[in-house]
């Protein structure tokens, strides 16, 4: 079993940024793919950004151009440097394993961390 420890979050104004961390407690990141998540209140948890176990990078399209996913295999680390943020941002962030495709249903492979809270508003 994998554990995963978010953090960076916090509150931000609009058009303000933030950089979440994600650090695994085993080297996996250069075998694995690895998703960021988000769920925001009284939502379903969806999938934001990933980065494949080569280092490929993918965003959704409510974050793309905003979001970017990094990685220090080093650090075992994974990283979400969020910019231009909006209040639709709001949320809580996550990280796992996805199994299936890059940014499809939500099925992950260990169990969730506490993830880290985002809050944007003025």
């Known amino acids: 079993q994998v554990h995963f420890v978010e953090s960076g979050g916090g509150l931000v104004q609009p058009g303000g940024s933030l950089r979440l961390s994600c650090v695994a407690s085993?080297?996996?990141?250069?075998?694995?793919?690895v998703n960021w998540y988000r769920q925001a209140p009284g939502k379903q948890r969806e999938a934001v950004a990933h980065?494949?176990?080569?280092?490929?990078?993918d965003h959704s399209d409510s974050v793309k151009g905003r979001f970017t996913i990094s990685r220090d295999i080093e650090k075992n680390t994974v990283y979400l440097q969020m910019n231009n943020l909006k209040p639709d941002d709001t949320a809580d962030y996550y990280c796992?394993?996805?199994?299936?495709?890059?940014?499809?249903?939500?099925?992950?492979?260990?169990?969730w961390g506490q993830g880290t809270q985002v809050t944007v508003s003025a």
């Open positions: 796992n394993v996805p199994l299936g495709p890059a940014l499809g249903p939500v099925v992950v492979r260990f169990d």
């Open positions: 085993e080297g996996i990141l250069a075998y694995v793919a």
């Open positions: 980065i494949s176990s080569s280092g490929s990078t």
